[in-house]
């Protein structure tokens, strides 16, 4: 059984940064495809960043365009966590982030429904 949570999240002006964390049991960061997903009232649900860790040339990494250059996913082997790194927010970056995995790899990571394990997700506010 995997779980996933999500911390990090927070309130913060634009043009500031944060850090969430994904912390997982239950199965190896390596073996799964982890995605990071968001939601905000009156938006469509959109998948912002996910990695794959298994492959023999280290952790492949994939973003949604409104997010590439400002965003940065990676996966600690060790701990076993998945960050999100978020620089340069803007008020549209508001919504809640959920953590998402799914064994393998990242094939239709933008997609909510193609996720077995989620997160109860964390907040993102900016003002």
């Known amino acids: 059984h995997v779980q996933l949570v999500e911390s990090g999240g927070g309130s913060v002006q634009a043009g500031g940064s944060l850090r969430l964390s994904c912390a997982v049991s239950?199965?190896?960061?390596?073996?799964?495809?982890m995605g990071w997903l968001r939601q905000s009232p009156g938006k469509e649900r959109e998948g912002v960043a996910a990695a794959a860790g298994f492959g023999a040339f280290g952790t492949t990494t994939y973003y949604a365009d409104s997010v590439k250059g400002r965003f940065t996913i990676s996966l600690n082997k060790v701990n076993n966590t998945v960050y999100l790194q978020m620089d340069n927010l803007s008020p549209e970056d508001t919504a809640m982030y959920y953590c998402?995995?799914?064994?393998?790899?990242?094939?239709?990571?933008?997609?909510?429904?193609?996720?077995?394990?989620w997160g109860r997700g964390t907040q993102v506010t900016v003002s």
């Open positions: 239950g199965s190896a960061v390596r073996s799964n495809c």
């Open positions: 998402a995995a799914r064994p393998g790899g990242c094939a239709s990571w933008p997609d909510w429904s193609w996720y077995t394990s």
